[in-house]
């Protein structure tokens, strides 16, 4: 299994860019949920939303719900995280991860912790200048 996170990059305050996250193994898919996290300098890696591959169900941190929209594209096997409104703080390595889904009554708001994962793509870089 592999996840290759992509699209990140300069910014400035106030625009707006889209990563995305290949996935590979369309089965593997089916039976995770995937999320994306980031991890601003010198900080501990924060959660930012996670989607159901399944059912496209979304949960996004609260101080990220309004700019920021997961999304999935079930044939490319991809998702993407929509960021809009950029501001300088929103500077980070981007990690997109997956979760198994270990019992089918799990609501989507458990799979918001770090712990919750099991694969993790590589990260990529948004910075965002003021």
């Known amino acids: 299994v592999q996840l290759q996170a992509f699209g990140g990059g300069l910014v400035q305050a106030g625009g707006a860019l889209r990563l995305g996250c290949a996935v590979s193994?369309?089965?593997?898919?089916?039976?995770?949920?995937m999320g994306w996290f980031r991890q601003a300098p010198g900080k501990e890696i924060d959660f930012v939303g996670v989607i159901s591959w399944s059912r496209g169900t979304t949960y996004y941190a609260d101080s990220m719900k309004d700019r920021f929209t997961i999304s999935r594209d079930t044939t490319k096997n991809t998702m993407y995280l929509q960021m809009n409104s950029l501001k300088p703080e929103d500077t980070a390595v981007y990690y997109c991860?997956?979760?198994?889904?270990?019992?089918?009554?799990?609501?989507?708001?458990?799979?918001?912790?770090?712990?919750?994962?099991?694969?993790w793509g590589q990260g990529t870089l948004v910075t965002v200048s003021s």
């Open positions: 991860a997956a979760a198994r889904i270990r019992s089918v009554i799990s609501p989507i708001t458990s799979f918001a912790t770090r712990s919750a994962y099991d694969y």
């Open positions: 193994g369309r089965a593997f898919l089916s039976s995770h949920n």
